[in-house]
């Protein structure tokens, strides 16, 4: 950003008002003085080429001062949110433009770099933790397949194993919550199109749906991937039919997922979308499945949230309105 004199927005506009009515009383003025001279059509012609002519500056000037610095900090923001790096825009106008075009660009920067040191922190940990895991198995393997092993050994070398696999399972689970918070699904989808796959998907679980011809704001594969989440949490506490139910109305889009399952108790509500909390964790849970949904949905600017329910759990999925 080079320094340059920028005017100030006031002065813009001030000035295209002034432009304005002075070219109102010039009118007046060349109309009244130079009409009797040279004639009152031919007046009315020098009259209507130099508004016309002042007009196009003046349609420049706020051109190239305020709608060329507005439609390239739109795109900029528009390839941030692609996902791409777009070089920062080059012309930004009065010096409201331009400080806001500064903190627009210091923002998308900060949030990239933040997600990118998230994203370097859970490569590094996971990386890191793969090779005592890699020993830790092949040690087991090796005092498995020796055969000497008694009865007390065998089963803590069992315990060690289980531990081995449940600390890999996390770390999937940690790289998936990092790339849940980067990746985009942008399009749009509805139930209608998703409930064949999900329902080859989990067969076990009858599944219905209302409002299948809604569109909501979000590609196929992302919202899969949040509801094949929540499907797994609704089977794993003994739901055998969900209800998928999608609207919309003034404030955006919604899908809400009600099961019969055994439900939330009260004690875990407030906890259940926090990282590595689950109830499960002697039968292999990571405790990450919904903190995966609910970054996904984040990067939608979309919200998840439990709602009370008699039966089973009920979860309500809301996109705003204008997202996607």
């Known amino acids: 950003m080079t320094r340059r004199w920028r005017p100030s927005l006031g002065f813009v506009l001030g000035g295209a008002l002034a432009a304005t009515l002075a070219m109102s009383f010039a009118g007046l003025v060349t109309l009244r003085y130079l009409g009797p001279v040279i004639g009152f059509r031919h007046a009315a012609i020098v009259l209507g080429l130099t508004i016309a002519l002042a007009t196009a500056v003046l349609g420049w000037l706020l051109v190239r001062l305020l709608l ?36 627009v660009i210091a923002m998308a920067e900060a949030l990239r770099d933040r997600e990118a040191t998230i994203r370097s922190f859970t490569d590094h940990v996971t990386h890191e933790i793969k090779t ?20 007390e050994d065998a089963r803590l070398v069992a315990e060690i194993d289980g531990a ?23 399009g749009q989808t509805s139930l209608q199109d998703l409930m064949p796959g ?24 992302g919202l899969s991937i949040a509801l094949g989440h929540l499907l797994r949490n609704a089977a794993e506490n003994g739901a055998d039919h969900v209800t998928l139910h999608a609207a919309s109305d003034a404030r955006g889009a ?51 949230r439990l709602v009370p329910s008699t039966d089973g759990s009920c979860f309500l999925i809301r996109f705003p309105i204008g997202e996607a």
Do not use: C, K
């Open 68 to 103: 060329r610095p507005i439609h390239a900090l739109e795109a900029y923001a528009e390839a941030q949110e692609q996902g791409s790096e777009p070089a920062p825009p080059q012309h930004f106008g009065t010096r409201e433009l331009h400080a806001t075009a500064r903190r």
């Open 132 to 151: 005592p895991v890699a020993a830790i198995r092949a040690a087991s393997e090796l005092l498995e397949d020796g055969g000497a092993l008694g009865t």
């Open 164 to 186: 081995r696999a449940q600390i890999e399972a996390q770390l999937v689970a940690l790289r998936d919550v990092a790339r849940s918070r980067e990746t985009r699904y942008l």
């Open 198 to 221: 999900l329902q080859a998907d989990w067969p076990a679980v009858q599944l219905s749906s209302e409002g299948g011809s809604v569109l909501l704001p979000i590609a196929a594969e």
């Open 254 to 304: 919604q899908i809400s997922i009600a099961d019969n399952g055994s439900g939330i108790s009260p004690g875990h509500a407030e906890r259940i979308f926090d990282p590595f909390f689950t109830t499960r964790r002697a039968d292999g849970g990571t405790g990450m499945g919904l903190s995966v949904v609910r970054n996904l949905l984040y990067a939608h600017r979309a919200t998840i």
